[in-house]
C-alpha cells in the first residue's frame, strides 16, 4: 500500500508539472502574465487534485454500495457516480483566467450535450456576471 501510494504520488507531481512547464508559444513567447497563470494552475492543482480523487473514490464506493443495496438499479448509482467521478480533476489556465468554470462536482452527459449549465454561484462564465 506504501508503494502504491508512492507511486500515485510521484505520477501526480509529474502530470502537474508536464502541464504546467510544457513548452507553448504563449509561455516562450513570453507575458510574464502568462507564465505566473500557468504556474499558478500547477500549484492549485497539488491541492486540488488529490481533494477531486478522493471525492471522485468516495463517490464511486457509495455508488457501489447504492447499487448493491438497490438490488442493481443503475438509475441510484448513476446520478452519484456522475457527480462524484465527472468533472475537472485539474486547475488550468483557463480557469484561472475565468474562461470556463472549474466543475469540482460532475454533470451528467445529458447536461454536457445539450449544454446545460451547471449549477455556478456568481453566473455564468462566459458573458455573464461573477
Known amino acids: 500500500m506504501k508503494m502504491f501510494s508512492r507511486v500515485m504520488g510521484t505520477a501526480l507531481v509529474a502530470v502537474v508539472f508536464a502541464l504546467v512547464f510544457q513548452p507553448t508559444a504563449a509561455i516562450a513567447g513570453g507575458s510574464d502574465e502568462e507564465v505566473g497563470i500557468r504556474i499558478g494552475s500547477g500549484v492549485a492543482s497539488l491541492f486540488y487534485t488529490p481533494a477531486k480523487l478522493a471525492y471522485a473514490g468516495g463517490g464511486a464506493l457509495i455508488a457501489g454500495m447504492a447499487y448493491a443495496a438497490s438490488g442493481g438499479d443503475r438509475s441510484v448509482a448513476e446520478p452519484i457516480l456522475n457527480a462524484s467521478v465527472r468533472g ?24 454536457l450535450r445539450l449544454g ?14 461573477f
Open 116 to 129: 446545460k449549465p451547471s449549477a455556478r454561484p456568481g453566473g455564468e462564465i462566459k458573458g455573464e456576471n
Open 88 to 111: 475537472d480533476y485539474l486547475v488550468r489556465p483557463e480557469h484561472i483566467r475565468r474562461e470556463k468554470a472549474l466543475e469540482f462536482v460532475g454533470r451528467s452527459p445529458e447536461h
